[in-house]
């Protein structure tokens, strides 16, 4: 299936934390656990690697690694 031309250039945007939030929780399954600001940051002080553009994400960089992370760690939200 072929992404649409709006989709590609949103997921390869670098976009600020809340923005990042807002298109990941809205795209995901509802049994999914949802990421929040406190998660977010949390899962990028753990990643510093991957935030070559500071504190910009990018669904096309972060989206699979923090899908991957939030199951094990969505109790850090506190």
């Known amino acids: 299936m072929k992404r649409s031309r709006e989709e ?3 997921s390869l945007l670098h976009i600020t934390l809340a923005e990042f ?3 990941y929780n809205k795209n995901m ?3 999914f656990p949802r990421a929040s600001v406190v998660l977010l940051k949390k899962f990028k002080e753990s990643h510093e690697t991957l935030f070559k553009h500071g ?3 990018s669904l096309d960089s972060h989206r699979k690694k923090l899908i ?3 199951p094990r760690n969505s109790n850090l939200s506190s």
Do not use: G, K, S
Request: hydrophobic share 55%; proline share 7%; charged share 20%.
């Open 8 to 10: 590609v250039n949103t």
């Open 68 to 70: 991957d992370w939030l």
């Open 55 to 57: 504190d910009l994400w």
């Open 21 to 23: 939030l807002e298109l």
């Open 29 to 31: 399954p509802a049994h």
